[in-house]
């Protein structure tokens, strides 16, 4: 089938950071790998309706903080906080009883979050939206909010065929072999009546480390060792 290489632990130390964030030892490696996993598993079914697209745990000595980068915060702090007062709750149980702290990043655009634009497609493809409507809905939406590229990609039994076949829309540069090039890759899978649809997304956004750099002032030596020589220049 080729050489497949997943997109975001491809690029984990140039431009993608960890999803878990703590150091273990060889004995508590496991368990705390599973329950990152069960946390993972079970705030994202209660959040189902919340448009989360990444959840980063990190752990101290004795205590958890949970991360949800959400676009729509207010499902997931409910009225008056009481939904947040659950998933502590509930976070603490499948992290053996240890303190746990739940904070909320909120997603300013989620046309740009690739997990999200592919939970979009998959949540379409379920109601029986047409894929290739759904597919380039997507695409127009995500060029016209400012991204440089997207290429999405389904497979599956679309549109309830027999044979499984592979449909993909690309529009823009993506180019996946360019590691500074922040390249944002998101997966989700459709339950469809024909079967699993699995849905793959990746967005190439523009680079905001060049445009900071190029917008700095220069430094307080340059500027004043550039006036002697334009002083020169005007004596002369």
């Not at 008056?80 to 499948?94: A, F, H, M, P, Y």
């Not at 592919?118 to 939406?141: H, P």
Request: contains cysteine; glycine residues 6%.
């Amino acid at each position: 089938m080729g050489q497949k290489v997943n997109p975001i632990g491809f690029r984990l130390p140039v431009t993608r950071d960890w999803g878990s964030r703590w150091y273990a030892s060889r004995k508590d490696f496991a368990d705390y790998l599973i329950a990152d996993d069960r946390i993972r598993t079970a705030l994202k079914k209660k959040l189902k309706q919340a448009a989360i697209s990444r959840i980063v745990i990190e752990r101290a000595w004795n205590s958890v903080r949970v991360t949800i980068h959400t676009a729509r915060p207010g499902v997931v702090i409910g009225r008056r906080g009481q939904e947040i007062e659950n998933l502590t709750k509930e976070v603490s149980d499948l992290a053996d009883g240890k303190q746990v702290k739940i904070d909320i990043v909120e997603i300013k655009n989620p046309d740009l979050d690739a997990q999200l634009v592919a939970e979009n497609v998959a949540s379409q493809l379920e109601r029986r939206i047409s894929f290739r409507r759904a597919m380039k809905r997507a695409v127009q939406i995500t060029m016209e909010q400012g991204a440089l590229g997207i290429k999405i990609r389904c497979a599956g039994r679309l549109g309830g065929a027999e044979i499984a076949r592979t449909e993909r829309y690309h529009e823009g540069k993506v180019p996946l072999h360019t590691l500074r090039t922040p390249i944002d890759y998101g997966f989700a899978e459709a339950e469809t009546v024909a079967g699993k649809i699995g849905v793959k997304c990746w967005i190439c956004k523009k680079e905001v480390v060049e445009e900071t750099k190029s917008n700095e002032p220069a430094p307080a030596a340059e500027t004043q060792a550039a006036a002697p020589s334009l002083a020169a220049v005007s004596d002369a």
